[in-house]
């Protein structure tokens, strides 16, 4: 008895492959737009302890040390806090650390549809106006077309940027860029 697999892309992956998580110090750069910054260490917060836990495990198999702590009693924050020094002299170059440091961007300030009854959409915000034009033309050098950027509402906050990915690129980001965000994670793999 044969058991059916799914058809093949054009990479000859299985079209359900996702690819393991890992983590790179570019991936770790994106992630820093939605960190604090202290003397000697970056801090990242986030709600979900899983995520946490991967960022110290990640961070530590690139020969770092991090550990994580919630963050007061009754908040349902972790932080994940690693020395500075490990992202020292980290410059973006190849095609790969452009991919790693949107995924680390995606995961810190992209936004991603939740709820069936709105429609799908992929979409990145930030203030800082030209980290988000980087972000895009990154993103558009890969093949990924993206929306205009705006601003959604000026009278609420004139500095608030944002850009989304078009429609026809939804599949091809979550097969490239994806999330290591175990909430996103999900929610792309319904586009793969």
């Not at 990479?11 to 996702?18: A, K, P, V």
């Not at 932080?79 to 995924?103: A, C, G, H, M, P």
């Not at 069936?116 to 203030?127: D, T």
């Amino acid at each position: 008895m044969v058991i059916p697999r799914e058809p093949f892309d054009e990479e000859g992956r299985r079209r359900d492959y996702t690819r393991a998580s890992q983590i790179s110090k570019h991936y770790l750069l994106g992630l820093l737009h939605d960190a604090t910054v202290r003397l000697t260490t970056y801090r990242i917060a986030t709600k979900s302890k899983d995520f946490s836990d991967f960022l110290v495990k990640g961070i530590k198999s690139l020969g770092m040390s991090a550990w994580n702590y919630k963050e007061g009693k009754n908040r349902d924050l972790w932080i994940t806090e690693f020395s500075k020094s490990l992202l020292k002299n980290t410059k973006i170059i190849s095609k790969q650390n452009k991919i790693d440091y949107v995924r680390g961007y995606f995961d810190a300030e992209g936004g991603i549809s939740k709820h069936s009854s709105v429609r799908f959409y992929i979409y990145f915000c930030q203030k800082d106006k030209e980290d988000l034009i980087e972000v895009k033309r990154y993103l558009e050098e890969i093949g990924i077309s993206c929306g205009t950027m705006h601003n959604p509402s000026y009278k609420i906050d004139p500095n608030y940027w944002r850009f989304f990915v078009r429609a026809k690129s939804y599949s091809k980001f979550a097969k490239i860029i994806g999330s290591d965000h175990p909430e996103k994670i999900a929610f792309l793999r319904m586009k793969i």
